[in-house]
């Protein structure tokens, strides 16, 4: 008996101080900002960073980073689920305020895995993954047909906001959640704790004009896009200019009030630079690119409160801190124009914004400070993914996952360490319109069914993406590679996973609209198997 309480005591004892060796982990993420937003990556920007800039100068800067979309939901599904998100029904464009919740019961996430390895896990911020309202006749309702996951008409007064939500945050993997279901300019605009609102909203939230009240007086210009323009359903109280703070505020007490013995993870995913484009007045005219570079100074000093709470509570030495965006700056909150004005580029030398398949929409400032793990002023050139956090998380617990869950996740575990074992091979990206574009190697190709509109760069030569090669038919060189990479792009689709392992079904149609060149194949075969028959 003595000796199995002795086995007992010591498998306790093991799992717990497993448990505390375990580095906490902290994932910032902004909301639509370019690699050219950040001072420490472009010595021409007319913002100052200087708490990120210090994340680099402390650890390793991925300078070849991409989300999976150009745009929020899918980039965001990606992150969570280690999946691309064409492989759910949502094959284009994103979620609103009002829409079903994209990710399945069955589909595993990152905080899922690290909730049953161990970690306490928390969510504060912007979610933009849709979850279940309690609506009024929900079942005689009619979805959109160009969003299986959105209604095709205004729900707002039907939904049942005293009742509890499903689908959220707190179903997928979160201990706890604070925040808000999608981007700042989707109403209800209310916060939400776990799965309810922290209160019924009763007013209503009126779009901007040409120019804003904030408090204290202050009235402030606003162009086109930078303003709030959907009108929509608010708690009484909620101010969307303070939503920066309150995030901020929330995220530092969480780690201040940290009591557990087990390991966190942190998900933060911010609102800023995200229209509407409201800057604290503390803020306002501190940096040299309008209100968009003050917004991005005002982020900057958000991570610089999250760094100094882990700092104050002893913990940052064992704590991976990842800072980064879910897609590239957005054209509405700091127009074309306003880059000769300022003489501020968030891309930098790249070409293209949010929402586009050019580099600028999907290649993001990717950043990880772990102290003693990861070498300070390190940079890996490395193509990576943000899908990658679900491989990532289950080499460093070294935890078993199902094959087929994260299918499209890879480990930067080794990278991380100064080494290169990462696997990925291709990489897909899409566009608010759903079309997709494949990177392998040095080679990039956007595909687009609009005569003149696909594209073939060799971006290790031509980054700022101006030589277009796919029309060169002179060179069979050009022709080869186009080919190789349409039947990688084909077998990444079709496989329902770009990992190893067995065929997978995507969700809905085998071949859909986007797929144009296989819908197009298909045909072909079909009209020369008729022929046969003839």
Same mark, same amino acid.
């Given at each position: @008996?003595?000796?199995?309480?002795?086995?007992?005591?010591?498998?306790?004892?093991?799992? &717990?101080?497993?448990?505390?060796?375990?580095?906490?982990?902290?994932?910032? %993420?902004?909301?639509?900002?370019?690699?050219?937003?950040?001072?420490?990556? /472009?010595?021409? $920007?007319?913002?100052?960073?200087?708490?990120?800039?210090?994340?680099?100068?402390?650890? @390793?800067?991925?300078?070849?980073?991409?989300?999976?979309?150009?745009?929020?939901?899918?980039?965001?599904?990606?992150?969570?689920?280690?999946?691309?998100?064409?492989?759910?029904?949502?094959?284009?464009?994103?979620?609103?305020?009002?829409?079903?919740?994209?990710?399945?019961?069955?589909?595993?996430?990152?905080?899922?895995?690290?909730? +049953?390895?161990?970690?306490?896990?928390?969510?504060?911020?912007?979610?933009?993954?849709?979850?279940?309202?309690?609506?009024?006749?929900?079942?005689?309702?009619?979805?959109?047909?160009?969003?299986?996951?959105?209604?095709?008409?205004?729900?707002?007064?039907?939904?049942?906001?005293?009742?509890?939500?499903?689908?959220?945050?707190?179903?997928? !993997?979160?201990?706890?959640?604070?925040? %808000?279901?999608?981007?700042?300019?989707?109403?209800?605009?209310?916060?939400?704790? /776990?799965?309810?609102?922290?209160?019924?909203?009763?007013?209503?939230?009126?779009? *901007?004009?040409?120019?804003?009240?904030?408090?204290?007086?202050?009235?402030?210009?606003?162009?086109?896009?930078?303003?709030?323009?959907?009108?929509?359903?608010?708690?009484?109280?909620?101010?969307?200019?303070?939503? @920066?703070?309150?995030?901020?505020?929330?995220?530092?007490?969480?780690?201040?009030?940290?009591?557990?013995?087990?390991?966190?993870?942190?998900?933060?995913?911010?609102?800023?630079?995200?229209?509407?484009?409201?800057?604290?007045?503390?803020?306002?005219?501190?940096?040299?690119?309008?209100?968009?570079? *003050?917004?991005?100074?005002?982020?900057?000093?958000? #991570?610089?409160?999250?760094?100094?709470?882990?700092?104050?509570?002893?913990?940052?030495?064992?704590?991976?801190?990842?800072?980064?965006?879910? /897609?590239?700056?957005?054209?509405?909150?700091?127009?074309?124009?306003?880059?000769?004005?300022?003489?501020?580029?968030?891309? !930098?030398?790249? +070409?293209?914004?949010? $929402?586009?398949?050019?580099?600028?929409?999907?290649? #993001?400032?990717?950043?990880?400070?772990?102290?003693?793990?990861?070498?300070?002023?390190?940079?890996?050139?490395?193509?990576?993914?943000?899908?990658?956090?679900?491989?990532?998380?289950?080499?460093?617990?070294? $935890?078993?996952?199902?094959?087929?869950?994260?299918?499209?996740?890879?480990?930067?575990?080794?990278?991380?360490?100064?080494?290169? /074992?990462?696997? +990925?091979?291709?990489?897909?990206?899409?566009?608010?319109?759903?079309?997709?574009?494949?990177?392998?190697?040095?080679?990039?190709?956007? @595909?687009?069914?609009?005569? !003149?509109?696909?594209?073939?760069?060799?971006?290790?030569?031509?980054?700022?993406?101006?030589?277009?090669?796919?029309?060169?038919?002179?060179?069979?060189?050009?022709?080869?590679?186009?080919?190789?990479?349409?039947?990688?792009?084909?077998?990444?689709?079709?496989? !329902?996973?770009?990992?190893?392992?067995?065929?997978?079904?995507?969700?809905?149609?085998?071949?859909?609209?986007?797929? &144009?060149?296989?819908?197009?194949?298909?045909?072909?075969?079909?009209?020369?198997?008729?022929?046969?028959?003839?």
């Amino acid at each position: @008996m003595n000796r199995i309480l002795i086995v007992a005591v010591f498998i306790v004892i093991s799992a &717990f101080a497993k448990a505390q060796q375990q580095p906490n982990i902290v994932y910032i %993420l902004a909301d639509d900002m370019g690699i050219g937003d950040v001072s420490g990556l /472009n010595p021409d $920007a007319k913002v100052n960073t200087p708490n990120i800039d210090a994340l680099i100068n402390n650890g @390793m800067t991925f300078t070849d980073a991409h989300t999976t979309s150009s745009v929020c939901t899918p980039s965001r599904y990606s992150i969570m689920t280690g999946q691309y998100s064409w492989r759910t029904q949502l094959k284009a464009r994103v979620l609103d305020g009002y829409s079903k919740a994209l990710i399945k019961d069955s589909t595993d996430t990152a905080p899922k895995l690290l909730q +049953r390895n161990g970690y306490e896990t928390a969510m504060i911020g912007k979610w933009h993954l849709g979850w279940n309202w309690e609506i009024e006749d929900e079942a005689n309702l009619e979805m959109d047909p160009k969003n299986p996951y959105q209604f095709k008409e205004d729900v707002s007064d039907k939904v049942d906001y005293s009742k509890p939500f499903t689908g959220g945050p707190i179903d997928h !993997g979160f201990d706890y959640f604070y925040g %808000l279901n999608a981007s700042l300019d989707f109403p209800p605009y209310v916060y939400s704790e /776990n799965n309810q609102l922290i209160m019924v909203p009763t007013e209503t939230m009126k779009p *901007d004009g040409k120019s804003k009240d904030f408090p204290g007086g202050r009235k402030m210009d606003l162009v086109g896009g930078q303003k709030l323009i959907r009108k929509g359903d608010k708690a009484t109280g909620f101010k969307a200019e303070q939503v @920066m703070l309150d995030l901020t505020e929330k995220s530092v007490n969480f780690i201040a009030e940290y009591e557990s013995e087990k390991p966190f993870f942190l998900y933060i995913p911010l609102t800023a630079p995200h229209t509407p484009v409201y800057p604290r007045e503390d803020f306002v005219g501190t940096s040299e690119a309008g209100i968009y570079g *003050d917004f991005i100074q005002e982020l900057d000093w958000t #991570v610089g409160q999250i760094v100094a709470a882990l700092q104050e509570k002893g913990i940052e030495e064992n704590t991976i801190i990842i800072f980064t965006a879910d /897609n590239g700056a957005s054209k509405s909150s700091f127009p074309i124009e306003f880059e000769e004005t300022y003489k501020h580029k968030p891309s !930098g030398r790249l +070409r293209g914004r949010k $929402a586009t398949l050019h580099q600028g929409g999907h290649t #993001v400032p990717f950043i990880v400070q772990w102290k003693n793990q990861v070498k300070p002023k390190t940079t890996s050139s490395t193509t990576i993914s943000l899908a990658d956090l679900y491989a990532t998380c289950a080499e460093l617990l070294n $935890a078993k996952t199902d094959n087929n869950q994260g299918v499209d996740s890879y480990s930067i575990l080794s990278l991380l360490k100064g080494e290169n /074992n990462y696997e +990925r091979k291709a990489s897909v990206y899409s566009n608010f319109a759903g079309r997709f574009s494949i990177r392998k190697g040095d080679w990039k190709m956007d @595909m687009n069914p609009k005569k !003149g509109k696909s594209y073939l760069f060799n971006v290790s030569t031509d980054p700022s993406e101006t030589n277009n090669l796919f029309y060169d038919e002179s060179d069979t060189a050009i022709a080869t590679k186009k080919e190789e990479l349409t039947k990688e792009l084909n077998t990444i689709i079709l496989d !329902g996973r770009s990992t190893e392992g067995e065929k997978l079904e995507n969700d809905g149609p085998a071949v859909w609209k986007q797929l &144009f060149w296989l819908k197009a194949e298909g045909k072909s075969k079909m009209k020369n198997e008729s022929k046969k028959k003839e």
